[in-house]
C-alpha cells in the first residue's frame, strides 16, 4: 500500500516549489511567507477533505487523485495545480463537476 498522505510539512513544500525544505522559523523569516505558507496547508487540507468525499470516504483512493496528473490541469495532479489560490479554486470547481456529474 503505497502512503499518500499530505500531512507531512516537507510534503506541502515540495508540492509548493519542488524543495524539500522544511516549515522551520528562523529569525529572519518575513511574516509575509509564514502567512503563505499557512494559507497552503488550509488550502491542502480543505482539497484533501473534498477529495475525500468527492471519492465517498475511501481516504485512499482520494489521496491518490490528487497526486495523479489529470489532462484537464494540463497534466498536474490537483496538489501541484493547488499550489495558487487560483489553482486551488480551479481544483476545487472540477471536484465540484465530478460531484454533480459535469464532465465537460
Known amino acids: 500500500m503505497q502512503d499518500y498522505s499530505i500531512t507531512s510539512s516537507n510534503e506541502i513544500i515540495e508540492v509548493q516549489d519542488n524543495a524539500?525544505?522544511?516549515?522551520?522559523?528562523h529569525p529572519f523569516c518575513s511574516m509575509n511567507n509564514q502567512s503563505q505558507e499557512s494559507d497552503l496547508i488550509v488550502r491542502l487540507a480543505q482539497l484533501k477533505d473534498a477529495a475525500i468525499v468527492l471519492m465517498r470516504g475511501d481516504e485512499e483512493l482520494a489521496l491518490s487523485w490528487l497526486h495523479s496528473p489529470l489532462d484537464?490541469?494540463?497534466?498536474?495532479?490537483?496538489?501541484?495545480?493547488?499550489?495558487?489560490?487560483?489553482?486551488?479554486?480551479?481544483?476545487?470547481?472540477?471536484?465540484?463537476?465530478?460531484?454533480n456529474g459535469v464532465f465537460s
Do not use: Q
Open 20 to 25: 524539500p525544505l522544511l516549515l522551520t522559523r
Open 72 to 99: 484537464v490541469l494540463g497534466g498536474k495532479s490537483p496538489l501541484e495545480h493547488a499550489t495558487t489560490e487560483l489553482g486551488a479554486r480551479d481544483v476545487e470547481d472540477l471536484i465540484g463537476r465530478l460531484r
